[in-house]
């Protein structure tokens, strides 16, 4: 084989390497200036909807006396299609629309209210709760609310960020809402737009969908075989190549 046809290949060989070295880095928050303050919102605590899971601690000086309440310690409990939790001795407690702490106090206010309890102490932990993360992100699939005040930043580091293909300036989250389901679209590149967003916070049974950009939606045919990324071009030039060398000698 002749020199020439050495130097194409190995052209051809550095072009591919480049290109596929060259992914773009993507920034967030580069519309910040520095030191200017960004306006937040209030932050949104979770809210008990029908068919949450919520585990139910409650202590007294006297353990004996809160025995009974705690006997589902291994369980949760399970808020109805009306809203409510039934409890040992103290019955039915609507606990939809309420926050975690709001939810605390209505258990106290009962156990005092019918002199069960002198000094209960209530603690109550999220059980089964979650949110979706779909489409071009690391990890995608369910994630566990553990805590308030999630925000949708914070969601995706939890799915270890969008892949290089994902379309960063309209997330979709879709968000049910009584019978309906609501969209919320938001860009990861406009900072006070994003923190003004009402999907900002996080909510139980939320779906965060990352839609791939137009460079990913290109690259694929329909059967899903990649013949249009710039390696499968690369190649097919090296192969030309070498057969209009082979014919040339």
Not at 159 to 187: F, K
Not at 212 to 219: G, I, V
Request: one cysteine or more; glycine letters at 4%.
């Amino acid at each position: 084989m002749s020199r020439n046809f050495f130097r194409i290949v190995l052209i051809a060989a550095a072009l591919s390497a480049l290109v596929s070295c060259s992914a773009a880095k993507v920034v967030y928050f580069q519309d910040t200036e520095d030191k200017v303050p960004i306006a937040l919102q209030e932050a949104e605590l979770i809210r008990f909807e029908p068919g949450d899971q919520l585990r139910i601690m409650i202590q007294s000086r006297d353990p004996e006396i809160v025995r009974i309440f705690n006997l589902l310690s291994d369980s949760a409990y399970s808020i109805d299609q009306q809203g409510n939790i039934d409890m040992p001795v103290i019955g039915q407690i609507r606990i939809a629309g309420l926050t975690r702490n709001q939810a605390i106090q209505e258990i106290k206010y009962k156990l005092l209210e019918l002199k069960l309890v002198k000094d209960p102490i209530v603690t109550i932990q999220y059980e089964g709760l979650g949110y979706y993360v779909l489409g071009e992100v690391s990890s995608r699939g369910r994630k566990d609310i553990l805590r308030d005040k999630i925000t949708i930043m914070e969601a995706i580091a939890e799915a270890n960020d969008l892949t290089i293909d994902g379309q960063r300036d309209n997330v979709l989250v879709l968000r049910t809402e009584g019978d309906v389901q609501i969209p919320y679209r938001v860009s990861l590149l406009d900072t006070k737009s994003l923190y003004a967003s009402p999907a900002y916070y996080i909510r139980q049974n939320d779906i965060i969908y990352v839609e791939p950009n137009n460079k990913r939606r290109t690259s694929t045919m329909i059967n899903g075989t990649q013949v249009f990324t710039p390696g499968f071009w690369m190649s097919t030039f090296t192969f030309v190549m070498s057969i209009v060398t082979l014919l040339s000698r």
